[in-house]
């Protein structure tokens, strides 16, 4: 039960892969299930953030948070550094649980880095988190300024997933036509539309 207790104590501060000030209830209890994994994690996190802050801006990347190349590096990069101490069952598990809180905040009216959830941005970020912990897994010795690097080569080369956006930062459906932003946050299920991380904004 202490360790349960300090486990809680060490991730109050940082949730998930550094998204939020503080985790979810569902993060919470994937910390009692996973003590020692949580402990590493927030280990990690710390380190992690230092080298993200670092370079969040770099040219390969665009300036959104939520649904860019932005978010998507931020997703690949933390899963990857997680993944190369801690099993990819159990991180797999704390991403999962993350999406799901993400819905509460949904269904609460509340926003992450600016934005309410939504459904696609769930898929989204899963679908990053998979390529995250398969570059940790086959990285799992190398620093994180190379982890970074490696990781920036898979978004420039497409292999991560973004929304479909055009040049003024507004979001698209699969056919090209601008979502209404003002009914687009009061649903869930938004008609956005993923492509890969190389597809360039267009007018």
Known sequence: MRSVLVTLLLIYCVGAYGQRPKPGNYEKRWAVCHPFAAIKVKKITKKVLR???LSQSDSINDSYTNGGKLDAYRHVFFMAAFAQKVKTKKIR?????HEKWNYVQYLMA???F???PDS???VMDLKNNELGFELGMKNRKVDLMILKQLVKQEIIKGN???MKRNKAGLYLDCEGAQIDKSTSQKKWSVPKCLVSSNYIYKD
């Open 114 to 116: 600016g934005e309410r």
């Open 160 to 162: 991560a997933w973004i």
């Open 110 to 112: 509340l926003k992450e």
């Open 93 to 97: 598990r704390l991403g999962e649980v």
């Open 51 to 53: 080298v993200f802050e």
């Open 120 to 122: 696609l941005s769930s």
